[in-house]
């Protein structure tokens, strides 16, 4: 059947338009979409699929690819589109929102990033330290909390007793006639400090008076105070090993020798804990139920400190922490360990320690063992720290 007559005369044909192309050029063409060789035969690339000829969309003639004017009736001629381009752009939109899409939840991922990132950094515990004073004198030797509604902070530093009633912010000195070496404190009242260093000095409303002692006083380098009977006084001797006074400090009776002779602090614990924990500065931290045997304290495996290098030790029974041992023992309260690496914490007798947030060296150390949570940690170039929550920040 002969093609369609256009205008007068019959449109051209696939062969008519090959026809008119030169012998010369029938070979082998370049597709100029791309770039593949279209054979002489071939309509359309076989790469590609795009058109050899394009159609005159006014009269329906064919003409060569890449021709602008319609070789018959002089009209534009579209240029040719493949369908596997038109497969392309489908496919580049859905890539072009698929790519929105992918841009969208990487935006969506780096935003909760960034807020984990920023509640982790911004804890209380990833926070940096911020000292809130800086004692007169210098270096600190021993620390206590006398506990109350306003809780009084004594710390021991060469020949001085330094004093503060507003949580460590301010410290008014106390001149002694001789080397404060150490302070322990009672539970309530004036009566029950004490500071020990040249000599033996307890508190009484009207200022320190000296206890006559049967203790060596210029050797004695800790002292502790029984929460539950401020007569009754413990104290560490250079030495000699662990001494204990029930008259105020007059009478002592030494309970055993066996701690290493470089011990440096001393606290009582309780509330199904060990009664005394000794640091030693060379062999890590001690416990003992009477005073008689003592076993080591420096935790296991992870858990062990990092250090036997321990400057000052401090025990919280108010912490809120509970530990059930494996035969199902009870123990509640925080010991702290105050060391040359910074701060530690056990809650489960001295087995296993965990880091504070100080990680300096800490020459003396504080707990309030009643009334507002109150713990103080001094460095030895005397800038004091605080917590409130029991190590877990300090400013």
Known sequence: MPDPIHHGRLRPTWSDVMANVPIADRSDELCVQCGASVGVADRFCPSCGAPRVVQ????????RRGTRRCPDCGGPLPHGRSVLGEVSATGAKRTGRGLRLLIASTLSLL????????????APERRQAQP?????????LASAILPGDQPVVYVSAANRLLVSNDGGESWNPITFPGVVNAVGVG???????YAAGAQLWRESPGGFYTVTTTLPTGSIQALAVDPTDANRLYALVVG??????????????????????EATSLTLAGNGWPLFFVGTAGHGLFASADGHSWVNANGFVNGALPTQTILAVAFDPHSGDRYVGPSGQTSTGALYAATDLGLFKSIDQGQSWSALALHQPIAALAVSASGPRLMLAMDPSGQVYRSRDGGVSWN
């Not at 539970?187 to 400090?193: E, L, Q």
């Open 132 to 140: 809130v004073s800086q004692l007169p004198v210098r270096p600190p």
């Open 56 to 63: 005159c969309p006014a009269c329906g003639a064919f003409a």
């Open 111 to 122: 935003v909760v990033f960034g807020m984990v990132a920023w509640i982790y950094f911004s």
């Open 240 to 261: 000699q090993g662990l001494f204990q006074s029930d008259d105020g400090g007059r009478i002592w009776a030494r309970l055993g020798n066996e701690l290493p002779s």
């Open 187 to 193: 539970k309530t009242g004036a009566s029950s400090v």
